[in-house]
């Protein structure tokens, strides 16, 4: 479903990806595992288009969206969660959700989203930035998924949020997937996290995907490795 | 001089404020919009009023060599004419200027000032460096006596009334359309809104045109209290900019707060004081607010 071919991504001269290739297909979790610093927010930025390719392709369904801006690529089957949330803070919590129904026919928030996220409805009338953590954390998966996407990429959504919380969304996740059968790329440095939600897992480091195991595969004493500083 | 007197003098001077802040609000909301939207500072701002009042005198000259007998009914159509053509020429100056520099800031301010002097040249080279005043239409003429000793010019009920009608239309499309949620949530955060699919510089050109095209009207608005020549906007420019700053940029309940305020005390105090000390006034008070306030009037209570 999402087909990431040697993608270069850099500031200015100095390179951060080094040729990323990976592919995840539909009804299938990813979990980009890596330290802070190792390329996981460069990688997922280059994939929704707030930062341009230097080389390589980026596929959709077979739809090529490695040169579109961002909302072309939100139009294509691709929806973004990033990393801090970044919800619309001045906006309700309803209009923050409406946002993502740009390409949608019906402007309705379809009642399955509140139906996953019930604290949603009772805050719907609440500015966004007035929401816990958490609780943004939920909106931003929400304004995501009205999009209707193929791939849903979150960049670290446990990162700032309370353990009981991460359980909620791990089980989130394993709904939407459930319900939509669709593909979820999420990056992380928690590994119980990842453990609950991905069927695959990649570790990055210094730019480049150096390792890939299936979740009945995973040593998780190897990745810890990885992930330890 | 009797109670009942001093009593009508405040209220027509009141009203005579209330003129000025209908033209300081309708200028100051397009700007406000901009500078909220985009952080563009437009400072040919002016101009696009000036595009409005001269449309207004285009087509009152235009009703009287070919239709005279309609020169009662050509206004409120050139009011929406002077809209449509400060649009389009926003429209064009975002396509064609302002796209090119949304990361430079300070040179779309440098940008939007050369663009000013162009556009008053134009206008001086086209209609004449004499300002010109459009035959208003026998209706908008006289004043209103609601009791004895009292005056309350018709054109500036006019004007007050349209002002209402844009201002409300401005903010019911701004919290109840899909461009208003557009508009704001590229406001919040621009890569953002585009990542949920919003079409952000599509957005910035409809949005920078409508800024204008209130502009415009604000210019139409304007010829029925004063007359237009090339540099009548220019004169706007700084009170609008004023408006913007002490109302607080985001937020537009502030604009028409500050709007009322300024015009109000400008109106008030050059009724006690002379015109200048008026001025002095009136910005030393908005220096000092500004100082306790930096955030301006009104700032939105969120956490960021």
């Given at each position: 479903m999402l087909n990431v071919k040697d993608v270069h991504v850099a500031y200015g001269q100095s390179e951060a990806l080094h040729g990323i290739s990976f592919e995840a297909n539909a009804n299938e979790t990813v979990a980009i595992m890596g330290r802070n610093g190792m390329g996981k927010t460069t990688l997922f930025k280059s994939l929704i288009g707030i930062l341009p390719l230097k080389s390589g392709q980026i596929e959709v369904a077979g739809n090529e969206v490695s040169k579109d801006e961002s909302y072309k690529r939100v139009a294509k089957g691709i929806a973004y969660v990033p990393q801090g949330r970044m919800i619309f803070p001045t906006l309700t919590v309803e209009e923050n959700i409406h946002t993502?129904?740009?390409?949608?026919?019906?402007?309705k928030v379809p009642d399955e989203i509140y139906a996953l996220f019930p604290v949603l409805w009772e805050m719907r009338r609440r500015k966004g930035g007035n929401l816990s953590g958490g609780q943004q954390q939920q909106l931003a998966i929400a304004r995501a998924l009205v999009t209707d996407p193929k791939v849903l990429l979150l960049d670290e959504p446990t990162e700032g949020i309370q353990p009981s919380i991460i359980k909620d969304i791990a089980r989130a996740l394993n709904e939407i997937r459930k319900l939509r059968q669709i593909t979820i790329v999420v990056s992380e440095q928690v590994l119980s996290f990842a453990m609950d939600v991905a069927d695959r897992l990649f570790v990055i480091e210094g730019g480049r995907l150096v390792h890939e195991s299936t979740r009945a595969e995973t040593d998780t004493a190897h990745i810890k490795q990885f992930l330890s500083v | 001089m009797s109670f009942d007197e001093i009593y009508n003098i405040a209220l027509m001077q009141g009203f005579a404020g209330l003129s000025l802040f209908s033209v300081l609000l309708l200028m100051g909301l397009g700007l406000a919009i901009i500078f909220g939207q985009m952080g563009v500072i437009n400072m040919a701002h002016g101009e696009f009023m000036t595009i409005g009042a001269y449309t207004i005198f285009m087509f009152s000259s235009l009703t009287e060599t070919y239709?005279?007998?309609?020169v009662q009914a050509y206004f409120p159509i050139a009011i929406v004419a002077a809209f449509f053509i400060a649009f389009a020429f926003g429209w064009l100056t975002e396509w064609a200027l302002i796209r090119h520099l949304y990361k430079r800031p300070l040179d779309t301010l440098l940008a939007t000032w050369g663009l000013s002097l162009g556009m008053q040249q134009v206008f001086r080279s086209t209609f004449g460096p004499k300002e010109v005043s459009p035959t208003l239409p026998e209706w908008l003429m006289g004043s209103w006596a609601p009791s004895e000793g009292l005056d309350i010019p018709i054109n500036g009920l006019f004007v007050l009334g349209l002002t209402a009608v844009v201002t409300g239309g401005v903010l019911l499309a701004l919290y109840k359309s899909r461009w208003g949620l557009r508009v704001r949530a590229t406001v919040a955060n621009r890569a953002m809104a585009n990542a949920t699919g919003i079409n952000t510089k599509r957005t910035d050109r409809l949005t920078f045109a409508i800024g204008c095209g209130i502009a415009g009207v604000a210019g139409a608005a304007f010829t029925t209290i004063g007359s237009t020549g090339p540099t009548s906007g220019s004169l706007y420019i700084v009170d609008a900019f004023l408006v913007v700053t002490f109302g607080g940029a985001a937020s537009l309940l502030g604009t028409v707060a500050s709007a009322f305020g300024i015009a109000q005390t400008q109106s008030i105090a050059e009724f006690f004081l002379t015109g200048s000390m008026a001025k002095v006034l009136t910005l030393l008070l908005i220096v000092t607010i500004l100082m306790i306030r930096p955030q301006g009037l009104f700032a939105s209570k969120i956490r960021r």
């Open positions: 993502g129904l740009e390409n949608a026919k019906v402007k | 239709a005279p007998g309609l």
